[in-house]
């Protein structure tokens, strides 16, 4: 993690730290207010053998007087100030001697200010006639030079040294919180997790500008001079992605609504057909369609009623000029996962793809519908590449019966159901095998019996007619007719 990272971090975490910072300080505060209000005080004096100076102090009074430091808080010197009548409950008693001289200080703590000068005044006193009574010969007294007086203000608590210490705290929890959410975060937020996810190189990326964002029945704007760099650096990434083979179909399509796809994927069309390479937007997005009202045009007609044959590519296709063509998303059909990955939709961008550069408006989540840019299903067989197609699937149509075994998703109920008349069709076309095994087993078995008047592979289903007409013909299938949708 580098310096921008940090920052980004504390930009990201800003609020978990403004309020790790204010719990805090309350913290200290209310901590504070609970303690106890103590005043201290302080007498000063000084530590003499009869005979020698007084001031200077000699080696016996400064031994002297580091003896009597222990002695300040015992309990034999309390009750001593407690017999000349000083309260000492709840007050605390120490005492030190200054560095190379015999002068030695007396500190109380007591709630009251006027009780703990007592207190000072009379433990200095104390503790010497403690120290004369375990030494009867001693000769050393203790000299008063500076009474203690009641104090001022009180010494304890200290308000704003335990708020700041507070906020401190709450500061350094509040950066482990944050710091802690980051390590732990799986989403992706910055160009770096989005490589590191996708295990892939990043072909651009679109600033959040406030031209970029628009209503959904709102026209296309003009994007500002940030955002129009962006598309058209993007515009040329893709250019430059594969020089070999460069891509011809580019879906786009986000994880939820609402995210701007269909306005990133209309500034796109419109930076490539700028550059005079011809394109064609696809608003395969049936279920919220957008490009229509982004670029003012009647979308009424469109990829659905293509796909159903209803209307032919050329009277579906919208000129906006400067080579950019739209094919809008047409009317909401009822099962648009359905259209988007049957065979016909594939067929449909290979066509699109021969003289056009082919950008793909997908719903969100586009890998769910059944939508793929590549031109075909995930499914692919191992000889030649083509859509792995199975004729007598009860679950899925053959070459010539494209779309009519998919199911809408019309529920749980619906999908069990779905799932049960599968699992019946494998288990009919199991036993319809076991009988063709055993008729070659057993001699003189029946035979195959002909099936009249039907075929299951007679019908051809014509998807596009150039300069001619949609439609599908009901007739026996002959050898040399293709199989599948037929442009």
Not at 214 to 237: C, D, F
Not at 260 to 268: H, N, R
Not at 449 to 461: C, P
């Amino acid at each position: 993690m580098n310096i921008l990272d940090f920052l980004r971090v504390l930009r990201a975490n800003r609020l978990v730290l403004l309020g790790g910072v204010v719990l805090g300080l309350l913290g200290g505060l209310v901590y504070s207010l609970l303690q106890p209000t103590l005043y201290t005080s302080t007498s000063t004096g000084f530590v003499t053998v009869a005979g020698e100076a007084s001031i200077s102090g000699t080696e016996t009074a400064l031994t002297r007087a580091q003896s009597y430091v222990p002695l300040i808080n015992s309990r034999t010197v309390r009750e001593k100030v407690a017999e000349s009548g000083v309260d000492v409950s709840g007050s605390t008693l120490s005492a030190q001697v200054v560095p190379n001289s015999n002068l030695i200080t007396v500190t109380a703590l007591a709630p009251d200010p006027q009780r703990a000068a007592d207190l000072a005044n009379t433990a200095l006193g104390a503790t010497a006639e403690v120290a004369n009574s375990l030494d009867p010969t001693s000769n050393v007294k203790v000299t008063a030079m500076e009474d203690a007086l009641p104090p001022a203000g009180p010494s304890s608590p200290d308000h704003l040294r335990n708020a700041l210490i507070g906020a401190g705290i709450g500061l350094l929890a509040a950066l482990a919180v944050a710091f802690l959410r980051r390590v732990l975060d799986v989403n992706v937020r910055t160009t770096t997790d989005a490589t590191e996810a996708s295990g892939a190189g990043l072909l651009g990326a679109i600033p959040q500008d406030g031209t970029m964002k628009a209503e959904r029945t709102a026209p296309l704007g003009v994007p500002s001079p940030r955002a129009a760099e962006a598309l058209r650096q993007l515009r040329t990434n893709l250019r430059f992605a594969a020089v070999d083979d460069p891509p011809r179909v580019v879906m786009v399509t986000s994880s939820n609504p609402g995210e701007g796809k269909s306005t990133v994927i209309a500034g796109l069309a419109q930076a490539v057909a700028v550059s005079g390479q011809p394109v064609i937007l696809v608003d395969a997005d049936l279920r919220r369609p957008r490009q229509a009202s982004q670029f003012g045009v009647d979308g009424r007609v469109g990829l659905s009623e293509v796909l159903s044959g209803d209307v032919l590519l050329e009277d579906a296709v919208q000129d906006l000029g400067d080579g950019l063509l739209l094919l809008p998303a047409g009317r909401t059909p009822p099962n648009p996962s359905e259209q988007l990955g049957s065979h016909r939709m594939q067929e449909l961008l290979r066509v699109l793809a021969e003289t056009h550069l082919v950008l793909v408006d997908a719903p969100p989540g586009a890998a769910g519908d059944g939508l793929h840019p590549a031109g075909g299903r995930r499914g692919r067989d191992r000889a030649g590449g083509a859509p792995r197609q199975d004729p007598e699937g009860p679950c899925g149509g053959g070459p010539g019966h494209a779309g009519q075994g998919q199911r809408p998703h019309a529920g749980r109920g619906a999908q069990r159901r779905a799932r049960l008349r599968c699992g019946l069709g494998l288990l009919r076309r199991g036993l319809r095998r076991g009988r063709r095994q055993l008729r070659r087993l057993l001699p003189g078995a029946p035979g195959r019996r002909r099936r009249r008047g039907r075929d299951r592979g007679r019908h051809v289903a014509t998807l596009i007619a150039p300069g001619g007409r949609a439609r599908s013909s009901h007739r026996r299938r002959r050898p040399g007719d293709a199989e599948g949708p037929r442009l």
